[in-house]
């Protein structure tokens, strides 16, 4: 079972996945954890150069190139090895990141990023995805206050609507796939409705 979650900025996915992890690992399933950009010694390195906020001169395609390198490290070293061994991953962002921001976010084709996706991937998409829905301003203050700071969050408000915007967007395309949690809500029933939706998920339905 290959897990997603994904959110504009601020929308607390960091902080919800160790806590989630934990609470599955209880209930008995072999979880690895993970986040994008890095993951690996590699990719841990592009993110730098990706999150540094003195790289404002980065192209729009040289971002989008430079996530997806990332990520084919990530799936290749990392994922596909921990699915094939039955563990249970959760990634905080995977390829809707790079559809929201890159794509709906900078107007990059999304089916060309698609197609990039796909190479990069080897086709790897998740059984499920979360969207923590948030609205940007909102998501935007509570990260400065947390000093998380990047380059990617110094794009322009408008350009972080379009991304929320975007993933509703994605969400609405695959309903079987996406759910979408309220992120503005107290942080404990957030995490409840985290834990119920992937419970479910995971849990055959008993005949
Ligand atoms: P985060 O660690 O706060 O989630 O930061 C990752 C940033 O990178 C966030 O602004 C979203 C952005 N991002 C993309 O723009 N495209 C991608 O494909 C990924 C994985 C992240």
């Known amino acids: 079972m290959f897990i997603t979650l994904e959110g504009p900025e601020g929308s607390g996915k960091t902080s919800h996945l160790p806590d989630l992890a934990d609470f599955l690992r209880e209930d008995g399933w072999n979880v690895l954890t993970t986040r994008e950009p890095g993951g690996t010694a590699i990719g841990d390195q592009v993110r730098q150069v990706l999150m540094r906020s003195d790289n404002t001169a980065m192209n729009p395609r040289a ?7 990332a990520r084919a490290q990530l799936v290749n070293e990392v994922i596909r090895p921990a699915l094939a061994a039955g563990t249970v991953v ?69 350009f972080h609507q379009r991304v929320r915007a975007g993933y509703l967007e994605l969400a609405r395309q695959e309903p079987r796939r996406w759910v979408v949690l309220d992120a503005g809500q107290p942080r404990e029933m957030v995490q409840t409705a985290l834990r119920q939706v992937i419970l479910a998920r995971l849990t055959p339905p008993s005949v």
């Open 63 to 69: 971002e989008t190139l430079l996530f997806l390198a």
């Open 90 to 158: 959760i990634s905080d962002r995977y390829g809707d990141s790079t559809l929201a921001y890159q794509g709906y976010g900078h107007g990059n084709d999304l089916d060309t990023i698609r197609q990039m996706l796909a190479f990069a991937t080897g086709g790897l998409t998740p059984d499920l995805t979360v969207l923590l829905d948030v609205d940007p301003a909102v998501g935007l203050r509570r990260k400065k206050t947390v000093g998380e700071w990047n380059r990617m969050d110094a794009y322009q408000l408008e």
